[in-house]
């Protein structure tokens, strides 16, 4: 297939994917959607199912893996180093998440990378960072969750740790190294040199505590669990309704005035138990039940009403067919269809940022395993008859 380009915004760029499972392929697809070049580089010797992150027509896989091109190359063979190495040449970035040291094995490290093409950005993902005394152990994304603090802050109190219901620092990982490949590819512009870009699950994860990580840093307070309460701003959490549950968020005095007026409970605006914000804080849980009291009395549908046209922030929490089925979510365009000649219903998740000159779309389906393997030699400046030899000896 013609090179796709999702988007004209990164169309300049050649990426060479060497990434697997999951951080690393969230990276390379936020440069594949934004319209790079990009070739994924399936190991020749590797089982192109599970290994690489389950079944290659599997709703994962093919979210994952869409916009791109593959080859198939054997990077233990020196000759398929050197193969790789003619691709480099030409390249823009290489993006892996080996386990640090495999990469140095096999001679595809960054330095041995920048003595071929001194301009290459190169993006490595790993479980705990390039060096260091964990650096050697292999990273997975529930250990980050654990040891970055956040399953120490999910749930409900005294429940015991609770991990994220979606692998938060796998996808923060790879969006994070997607960051820093655009940022040294701008930097490349004024130096003309490209750099190594590094960031872990760990690192990720340890970031988006964000102000639950700024309250020690800075006040020395450690954040317990707090269930569906917000820590900070109540009365904020997740109140029945007689046909469900609704999201209700009140930030600051007025918001709360408002909340107040709109379940028909004024009289505890000026109850001595929750007028101020400290007040509120400690009587959270008596605040939360009276409030519940009323939510509980009509639907979801007519408390988002209600409260929206109070001002009030609220919203259904839906099962993720509701979310899809939302008629913001249809009008954002979140779900697109992906072209594909052999007429499969391929249906995945578009990018949730919009540029007004240069959108993102998803124009292509994953590649098979190694599709374009002979078509990104030719382009590359490989010959016919040094690509037949080349199969013949398992390289590709």
């Avoid at 000759?79 to 040449?89: N, Q």
């Avoid at 096999?106 to 390039?130: A, C, H, M, T």
């Avoid at 997975?140 to 956040?150: H, P, S, T, V």
């Amino acid at each position: 297939m013609a090179v796709p380009h999702a988007s004209r915004a990164l169309s300049r760029f050649t990426v060479l994917d060497l990434t697997r499972v999951r951080a690393g392929p969230t990276c390379v697809r936020q440069l594949a959607d934004w319209g790079a070049n990009v070739i994924k580089i399936d190991a020749l010797l590797e089982d192109s199912g599970e290994a690489l992150g389950g079944p290659r027509h599997g709703a994962d896989f093919q979210n994952l893996h869409r916009n791109k091109r593959a080859m198939a190359l054997n990077l233990k063979d020196p000759k398929g180093v050197e193969v790789f190495m003619r691709l480099v040449a030409k390249a823009d970035v290489v993006v892996e998440n080996y386990r640090p040291g495999v990469k140095n094995k096999l001679g595809v490290d960054y330095e041995s990378v920048r003595k071929v093409n001194p301009r290459i950005v190169y993006g490595s993902i790993s479980g705990f960072g390039q060096d260091g005394p964990y650096h050697k152990r292999p990273g997975f994304d529930q250990i980050a969750q654990g040891m970055g603090g956040l399953m120490s802050i999910t749930g409900a109190p005294g429940g015991g740790p609770m991990r994220v219901g979606i692998p938060v620092a796998d996808l923060t990982a790879g969006l994070f190294c997607a960051m820093g490949i655009l940022t040294a590819l701008l930097e490349r512009e004024v130096s003309g040199e490209g750099q190594w870009v590094q960031t872990s699950l760990l690192q990720a994860q340890i970031f988006m505590l964000d102000f639950q990580a700024a309250r020690w840093l800075m006040e020395k307070e450690i954040a317990k669990q707090a269930g569906n309460n917000h820590p900070t701003s109540i009365p904020t959490g997740v109140f029945k309704t007689s046909d469900g549950y609704i999201n209700i968020a009140t930030a600051g005095g007025r918001t709360w005035e408002r909340c107040a007026q709109a379940i028909g409970a004024p009289e505890l605006v000026s109850h001595a138990d929750y007028a101020t914000a400290p007040a509120r804080s400690k009587n959270r849980d008596a605040l939360n039940a009276e409030i519940e009291k009323r939510t509980q009395t009509k639907s979801t549908e007519y408390w988002v009403k209600e409260l929206n046209a109070a001002g009030v922030p609220c919203g259904p929490i839906y099962s993720i067919d509701q979310v899809f089925a939302d008629a913001q979510v249809e009008h954002l365009g979140m779900a697109q269809d992906v072209p594909n000649e052999e007429g499969r219903h391929i249906r995945l998740v578009s990018q949730p940022v919009t540029l007004s000159r240069t959108p993102s779309k998803l124009v292509a389906r994953p590649p098979e395993f190694g599709e374009q393997t002979e078509e990104v030699l030719t382009e590359f400046g490989f010959g016919a008859d040094e690509i037949a030899e080349l199969k013949q000896r398992k390289v590709v």
